[in-house]
């Protein structure tokens, strides 16, 4: 958008979700109580940014006549979208980039997610993602035997020890977690979205894994260093901790609750087409926890019905880019619907590498989505000046 | 609907809005507090028929793969045009007869609904709208003298005397409504929309009102002459109640308060190009009431956010008519704003004429807006058959 805007001569907007950041509309109760989050839905985001435009519109000097875009990535990308769909009047395009508009209710498979993630350490290796197939079953060993626990924990370095079968289910579930985290982030040169990394991390933390067929506990430990390019890459760190995989905080509260209301993405695992533990979608599972951790439950149709599913085709001027190394393109739109609900798809793209700043180290894939995309913007603002203006009277 | 169903082979649904009728979200007490009244809005009524439609298609067999097409008439109509725009994944066109969905902010003068109102009763006879014009000072003038209230209360054959000036408020604007009923039922045939009446109505008044040019007292007595068709068609009322202007029950309650605070129409009288006493709109007097009738205060601007007010051209295949009789057609669509939102007008038509049964005394102009009603959803149809349709799979 940086890059972008001076070309477009563009004025910037960027608003915040409400219940994130500092929007929070019951301050620091906002999250205390089921009914002050009744307000917490992506319908009500939507109004407000249909508000704050017609605001903008009515209190900037020229703005009045001017078209608007909306852009966003990952969630940020399917509000772009849904802006475009649900108030057209407002906005004369979208880019809707890595927005998984489809990973709801049996769209896609529910596998495929885990798949891509799979994908991007065995392209790396193979070895690497069988290393990390073999890792659970050699977690799950050592767990069993005598004292196999503090084992782990000091061959992970975790800065608190496991002590229970359920801590052994958390460490499983933040190690995978953290593979997911690097696939979404490979990225071609250092970053720091969720970490601070190397230029494409899974590349260096598979030099660590490139050997599957070595001991439970030799493969544990080479997990750790894989695990400590991604958590130490500063060298900072002397522990690693199990209840952290991202260092910034992008509303895990706001998200959370999402989570169990609207925003209900089945996933799974079987084991043999991705590198995980076996993991059926399980709803009922889902919706217990959600009604004890936020008294509500999960309406799992709703996204669906609301916004149309695959059954799109009738809106237009819709960009949905997707990085074919970012697991959430297993539920976006990677081919083009019609002639103006446009795919690009960036084949050394992660998560929405295409909205990230100019980089020497861009591949060439990334740089030609980047000129469609300010391509198709160019087309929707000359349309929008091309097309006759309803006359804006004051009648009263 | 029932007449062109069987030739369409559909189905037809009758949903019930929200509030309206027997859905009733929290029974007896829904109208009681503003807290169960905040469920009651246009985007509420509009899921709940995506979730119909949706529920529908899933259970009964063989509806799944079929298109379905929204009908409805004066606010039904709005919701009808909305649910396209909002939900065009779940109907595949929409019939939005008589609908005002510019009857909002200042996207019309807010005079039009009246000047509508004033030509149905001039066309009928220039005498009429003048004597009726002139029937506020007479009454005016009479309300002053000694024994005035009483004389005309007597002539008006009223239920309840009038006693105050508050109450000489509400006769004439009791009077106004009646004028206002008229022009939107003024319909070829004997009908009961909101009172049982003769074919042609407005004729038959305007046969009391040949003549503006008589006594404050003889202009009365021919009012309550024009009166008495309109409240005693049948013959069977004793005298006349200033509290009532339908027999029907439209919902007033759901109505009253869905009018203080997303359906906010201005409307305003200037006594020239109308033929009423001058009244400018005044948003914070309703506002006031509002706020005294149900807590709650008017959002004048939040339907057009919301809807899109005149910027609505995105859109497709949604048909607005209008009855060039009916006031209401003041705030409809009465031009085509694409070739695929079509405005069809009916000059002898009244409120959504088209939508009621077929009958012998129909005008040919509401005959060729049916037909092209009907050709317009046969070719809705054609197009759902004729488009790819998205494989629905079951992926768990």
Redesign the interface.
């Known amino acids: 958008m940086w890059d972008v805007a001076e070309e477009l001569k563009a004025m910037l907007v960027f608003a915040e979700h409400r219940y994130y950041g500092e929007s929070l509309p019951f301050g620091d109760s906002s999250f205390k109580s089921p009914r002050h989050l009744n307000f917490l839905t992506s319908?009500q985001a939507l109004?407000d940014f249909?508000?704050l435009i017609?605001h903008l519109k009515q209190t900037i000097p020229g703005a009045e006549n001017q078209p608007v875009i909306a852009l966003g990535g990952s969630y940020g990308g399917m509000l772009a979208a849904w802006l475009r769909m649900?108030?057209?009047?407002?906005v004369v395009g979208a880019l809707a980039a890595s927005a998984p508009i489809w990973q709801f209710e049996?769209?896609?498979?529910?596998g495929i997610f885990m798949e891509i993630v799979t994908t991007d350490f065995k392209e790396s290796d193979p070895n690497c993602s069988e290393s990390i197939r073999r890792s659970w079953d050699a977690i799950n060993h050592l767990a069993a035997t005598g004292s196999g626990l503090q084992w782990i924990s000091e061959a992970l370095h975790l800065c608190r020890p496991l002590t229970s079968s359920e801590d052994i289910q958390n460490l499983k579930d933040w190690i995978s977690e953290t593979w997911v985290n690097l696939a979404m982030v490979d990225y071609p040169y250092e970053s720091n979205f969720l970490q601070p990394l190397p230029a494409w991390p899974i590349k260096i933390v598979c030099q660590h894994l490139r050997n599957p067929k070595v001991s439970d506990q030799q493969l544990v430990q080479n997990i750790f260093q894989a695990l400590n390019i991604y958590y130490n890459y500063s060298g900072q760190a002397k522990c690693l901790n199990v209840s952290e995989t991202a260092t910034s905080s992008l509303g895990t509260q706001g998200w959370s609750y999402q989570s169990c209301t609207e925003m209900i993405m089945?996933f799974?695992t079987n084991g043999i087409d991705d590198m995980f533990e076996p993991h059926s979608?399980n709803l009922q599972e889902l919706s217990n926890e959600c009604f004890q951790q936020w008294g509500v439950r999960p309406r799992p149709?709703w996204i669906t019905?609301?916004y149309?599913?695959?059954?799109?085709?009738?809106?237009?001027n819709i960009i949905f880019s997707n990085g074919e190394l970012d697991p959430w393109s297993g539920g976006g739109v990677t081919e083009d619907i019609s002639d103006t609900l446009i795919a690009i798809k960036i084949p050394e793209g992660a998560h929405h590498l295409d909205l990230r700043a100019n980089n020497p180290l861009d591949p060439q894939s990334v740089l030609l989505a980047r000129s469609l995309e300010v391509k198709h913007m160019k087309q929707w603002i000359r349309e929008f000046h091309a097309?006759p203006k309803?006359a804006v009277?004051?009648?009263?």
Do not use: D, M
Not at 393 to 396: D, P, R, S, V
């Open positions: 319908e109004a249909a508000e017609r649900k108030y057209p009047h407002t049996n769209l896609v498979p529910c089945p799974c979608w149709s019905t609301l149309g599913g695959k059954n799109i085709s009738s809106h237009k097309s309803t009277l004051g009648y009263f």
